[in-house]
T-cell receptor, first 116, second 114 residues
């Protein structure tokens, strides 16, 4: 196990609602990245946080937002949920300073979100 | 832009035989390449990575991968497959200037049978 934890494990929401997913990074890691994995697909990068600041964003709309806290834990918020938001949401933590591109990202078990 | 291709949706291997899972990539700069494995209802587990140096990288559980710059490939290999290796394998790439954004392939399902 990596030491990266995510909550909740499963979640069911209806279209238009808002959801918050949580991630606790591995001890000593200051960077958190979020990925969306749709069924049968590889994970897609949503965004990354380094020392509480957004440090890169993928091709996701602004209704996907995040936070990183002083203890380096993180939240992913999704507003106005759509059916296509149904997916496994993965959090990954890594160490090192911004600009160090080769640090290994260690993934949590994910939160499976179903939007009805 | 960066991209990863895993040309095989599934690879079938008999236990004890060698296995290869293929991956090719495209990036603008020097690539950093990773392999992850995903078991059912689990997150991704890191297997190995190539950053620089020796083209043959050794990782967890007896897996290794060979970086080939001319063919832009990073194939995952294991000399002797186990039934417990059956899982979904993802190749990923990043490079300088991408905020450690990993771009993943679509995954290859490895099925090892007795």
């Amino acid at each position: 196990e990596t030491g990266v934890t995510q909550s909740p494990t499963h979640l069911i929401k209806t279209r238009g609602q808002q959801v918050t997913l949580r991630c606790s990074s591995q001890s000593g890691h200051n960077t958190v990245s979020w990925y969306q994995q749709a069924l049968g697909q590889g994970p897609q990068f949503i965004f990354q946080y380094y020392r509480e600041e957004e440090n890169g964003r993928g091709n996701f709309p602004p209704r996907f937002s995040g936070l990183q806290f002083p203890n380096y834990s993180s939240e992913l918020n999704v507003n106005a949920l759509e059916l296509d938001d149904s997916a496994l949401y993965l959090c990954a933590s890594s160490s090192g300073t911004s600009g160090v591109r080769q640090e290994t990202q260690y993934f949590g078990p994910g939160t499976r979100l179903l939007v009805l | 832009a960066q991209s990863v291709a895993q040309p095989e949706d599934q690879v079938n291997v008999a236990e004890g035989n060698p296995l290869t899972v293929k991956c090719t990539y495209s990036v603008s700069g020097n690539p950093y390449l990773f392999w992850y494995v995903q078991y059912p209802n689990r997150g991704l587990q890191f297997l190995l990575k190539y950053i620089t140096g020796d083209n043959l990288v050794k990782g967890s559980y007896g897996f290794e991968a060979e970086f080939n710059k001319s063919q832009t490939s990073f194939h995952l290999k294991k000399p002797s497959a186990l039934v417990s290796d059956s899982a979904l394998y993802f190749c990923a790439v990043t490079y300088t200037g991408t905020a450690s954004k990993l771009t993943f392939g679509t995954g290859t399902r490895l099925q090892v049978t007795l």
